[in-house]
C-alpha cells in the first residue's frame, strides 16, 4: 500500500508533460524494448522519486494496470473491448536502465498471461440492474474503512493510446498539444495517460487532490526519468593488470 491507494474525495489535480517521441523510439532500440516498456519505466521513475521524496516507498515493487486491446483482427464492432494486464513496476530498483530491462521481461510476462486468458474473458456483460449495482458497489468503496482491508489488484493505472503521427486541424487552426485526461478511483488515486500525436508523446497525470496535492512534482519526475532513459548506460571498464614497480638498482 501507497499515499496513493486510498478512499478519495470529487476533487480532482491534473498536471502534463510533453516529450518528443523519437527520443522514446532511441531509448526502446537502444534497450531492444517497446515504447510501451520505456512509458512504463519513466512513469516508474517518476513514482519511485515522488514515494521517496514523501519517505514512503514499500520494498515490493508497484503494480501497475496496464489495458491491452481483446479485438480481433478484422472486428469492426463499435464496442470497447478492452481488458487489463498487471505489470510490475519493479520500483525497489534505483538504476533506470535496469528497471527498464526489468520492466520489458514483466511486460512480456503479463502479454503471455493474457493471451492464455484472453478466450476466457466475456465479451458483454448483461445490463439488467448493472448501474444500481455499480452505484451501491461505489458507495461501499467510498469507506476508507474498507478501502483499507480490500486487497490491492494494482497500485496505478498507466494507459498508452497511439494517436495520429500528423498534425491536425481545427478551422485552420493546427492543434498543438493533446492532453489526456483520465479517471482515479477509490484505492487508485492516480491514472496516467499517454497520447502520441504528431511526433510527440503526451504524458496526461490526472489524480485526487486528497491524495496527490503535489502532483506537479510527480509530473517533473517523468521528464527527469525519460532524459536518465536517454543517457547511454556506461559499460564496464576492463580492469588494466597492475604494472609491476621498477626494481631499484
Not at 527498464?100 to 502479454?111: D, G, W
Amino acid at each position: 500500500r501507497t499515499p496513493l491507494n486510498v478512499a478519495i474525495t470529487g476533487e480532482r489535480s491534473f498536471a502534463s508533460v510533453e516529450v518528443g517521441l523519437e527520443q522514446a523510439k532511441q531509448v526502446a532500440r537502444r534497450h531492444e524494448a517497446t515504447i510501451n516498456d520505456v512509458i512504463l519505466a519513466a512513469c516508474a521513475g517518476a513514482l519511485r522519486r515522488w514515494l521517496l521524496l514523501h519517505d514512503e516507498l514499500p520494498d515490493a515493487p508497484l503494480k501497475a494496470a496496464v489495458p491491452f486491446s481483446t479485438r480481433e483482427p478484422g472486428n469492426t464492432d463499435q464496442t470497447i473491448q478492452v481488458s487489463f494486464m498487471t505489470v510490475d513496476l519493479h520500483t525497489q530498483v534505483a538504476d533506470p536502465h535496469a528497471r527498464l530491462r526489468a520492466i520489458h521481461v514483466s511486460a512480456l510476462e503479463a502479454k503471455a498471461a493474457a493471451s492464455r486468458i484472453k478466450a476466457m474473458m466475456p465479451e458483454d456483460l448483461p445490463s439488467i440492474g448493472l448501474p444500481w449495482l455499480l452505484g451501491g458497489l461505489a458507495r461501499v468503496m467510498a469507506s476508507p474503512a474498507v478501502v483499507g482491508r480490500l486487497p490491492l489488484p494494482t497500485n496505478v493505472i498507466v494507459s498508452n493510446v497511439a494517436g495520429p503521427p500528423v498534425p491536425l486541424y481545427v478551422a485552420g487552426a493546427r492543434a498543438l498539444t493533446y492532453s489526456p485526461v483520465s479517471i482515479p478511483y477509490h484505492g487508485c488515486a492516480l491514472n496516467l495517460t499517454v497520447y502520441s500525436y504528431d511526433g510527440k508523446l503526451f504524458f496526461g497525470l490526472t489524480g485526487a487532490r486528497s491524495a496527490l496535492p503535489d502532483l506537479r512534482d510527480l509530473a517533473d519526475g517523468l521528464k527527469v526519468e525519460l532524459d536518465l532513459l536517454a543517457v547511454a548506460p556506461r559499460a564496464r571498464r576492463a580492469r588494466r593488470p597492475r604494472k609491476a614497480p621498477a626494481r631499484k638498482r
